[in-house]
């Protein structure tokens, strides 16, 4: 496999191609048992999902695993289960898949009686405060828990030196796992989250929602008011609120967020990236936004230095979901507020930043194929702006399931020059990429595509090669100058997207 570099805003491969990653996190957040107090893992994952993965032509993994699993005793890792992992990213380099670790947190901790995941329970020092299980929905202890507060709180401070321990386990990880082929990088931290700031945000946003609802006159308080009262309706309320207004009601918290990302974040980020290439020199650094810039607030992380200097080699890797995700309303998934938050994050990507994004998590899953036309929209979006990404998440089920059919698409996985647009129209059942080739190179473009081919055009010459029975790799020697690869498929095209503009 080549080896993959970033540079400005593309990711690249050894033969200077420039390259787009689509793929699919694969997460393990253990399964806690009472009858011995301790969370069980995933040692090993079946054969058969890596080759399905690369039948629907994913071409990189999201690994979560978690703290606890490879340090449940302080100071002591589980050598068969980092092992474990090397193994996985064996099945990953057969499939011919990349992937990138992450390592996964929700609520900081698994241990107490929260629905969290991630540090094992010698490193969640909560203090006096005790975890509650949660009422209306599992991320609630992010907006109300002192107990994770405080549990993040003594992280960020390095209170009990907790802080160097999660340093420390991620630079034996990197020992272990330097030189795998497979091996993309390093996604250091799921969703950072500030701790006691965290319970002032969720009120500051609170507060700045109820004031913008009374006081904005964008707001129809007529429409309002008759949503509410509709039966069935109560959930269109949130269409009320425009991505403009609801970027201006969440921004009120910017100041809290920003002071996380600059004084506890990056200084963090900096660290653990300078312990890591001590010992791992060429892996990816992946930096998430927070928690709560999720929701669209501002975002001020920098390029990760060490020394003073920029490293090379870092991606950003955002996240963002509709407010309705994990819900049955997910049918009702706002294109516009999620684009609003995805557009906040292109901004610094061109702006702060100036590196590749591969969107780390994003869609999520629900019943039925209502909420679908918000799939197709996002992966349009993402094409659009040139940005890799990992779907919200594999489950059991998952290639037998409506959304199987949507995240089947064609895009370019390696281009031979600098890539200025490709696009999937699914109404027109038809592929198109342009780019700008600057010279001759000893490897070809290679297109992905989900469904036999029509027919081809393009300025040069190309071969089928077969994944299984309806997808394949199209490669395509081109030369100097721009190019235009068109490709169109058999059969009808069918998009969930423009039926729902039609209705």
């Not at 900081?108 to 009686?113: E, L």
């Not at 020092?125 to 949660?134: F, L, R």
């Not at 390093?186 to 004031?211: C, H, Q, R, T, Y």
């Not at 997910?330 to 994050?345: E, H, L, P």
């Amino acid at each position: 496999m080549e080896k993959i570099f970033t540079e400005n805003k593309s990711l690249v491969d050894s033969y200077g191609r420039e390259r787009i990653f689509f793929g699919v996190n694969l997460c393990d957040k253990g399964q806690y048992s009472e009858k011995d107090n301790k969370r069980h893992y995933i040692y090993e994952w079946d054969d058969s999902i890596f080759e399905n993965f690369k039948k629907r032509g994913f071409n990189v993994i999201r690994l979560g695993i978690t703290w606890d699993a490879v340090e449940p005793e302080k100071g002591k890792y589980n050598e068969e289960y980092i092992e474990s992992v090397r193994k996985t990213l064996d099945k990953c380099e057969k499939a011919g898949i990349y992937a990138y670790v992450d390592m996964h947190q929700d609520l900081y901790s698994g241990y107490g009686d929260g629905p969290g995941d991630g540090a094992p329970a010698w490193a969640t020092y909560t203090d006096k405060y005790k975890y509650k299980n949660p009422r209306l929905v599992w991320a609630e202890s992010y907006f109300i828990s002192k107990a994770t507060h405080r549990a993040f709180d003594n992280f960020w401070d390095n209170n009990y030196g907790v802080q160097d321990d999660y340093i420390k386990m991620w630079k034996h990880i990197a020992e272990k796992l330097k030189d795998h082929p497979a091996l993309l990088g390093f996604d250091v931290m799921n969703e950072p989250f500030m701790g006691k700031d965290g319970g002032k945000i969720f009120i500051k946003v609170i507060a700045s929602l109820v004031k913008t609802t009374i006081t904005d006159k964008r707001i129809s308080k007529k429409k309002l008011l008759k949503e509410a009262l509709t039966k069935g309706r109560q959930i269109h309320i949130l269409d009320l609120y425009t991505p403009d207004i609801f970027s201006s009601i969440v921004n009120k918290a910017a100041p809290l967020v920003n002071k996380f990302d600059k004084g506890r974040y990056m200084p963090f980020l900096n660290k653990i990236t300078g312990e890591i290439r001590e010992v791992n020199a060429e892996p990816i650094i992946f930096m998430e936004n927070s928690y709560y810039s999720n929701l669209g607030i501002k975002c001020e992380i920098e390029p990760i230095k060490v020394n003073e200097k920029q490293v090379p080699n870092q991606v950003f890797s955002p996240h963002a979901y509709d407010l309705m995700v994990d819900t049955p309303a997910y049918k009702y998934a706002n294109n516009g507020r999620v684009k609003g938050i995805f557009d906040r994050r292109k901004y610094e990507q061109d702006n702060n930043l100036n590196i590749p994004v591969l969107v780390g998590e994003w869609g999520g899953n629900s019943e039925g194929t209502s909420w679908l036309h918000h799939i197709e929209f996002l992966l349009n979006l993402f094409d659009e702006y040139k940005w890799s990404s990992t779907y919200w998440a594999y489950w059991n089920g998952m290639f037998n399931s409506p959304v199987d059919e949507v995240l089947k698409r064609p895009y370019p996985r390696a281009v031979t020059g600098k890539i200025t647009s490709y696009k999937h129209d699914r109404d027109a059942n038809t592929f198109t990429l342009k780019y700008e080739q600057d010279k001759e190179y000893e490897a070809p473009t290679e297109i992905f595509v989900h469904k036999p081919v029509e027919k081809i055009e393009a300025q040069g010459e190309y071969t089928i090669e077969p994944v299984d029975d309806t997808s394949s790799v199209v490669k395509i020697k081109t030369g100097v100058g721009s190019q235009r690869i068109f490709i169109k498929f058999k059969g009808e095209g069918f998009s969930y997207l423009s039926r729902k503009v039609q209705e």
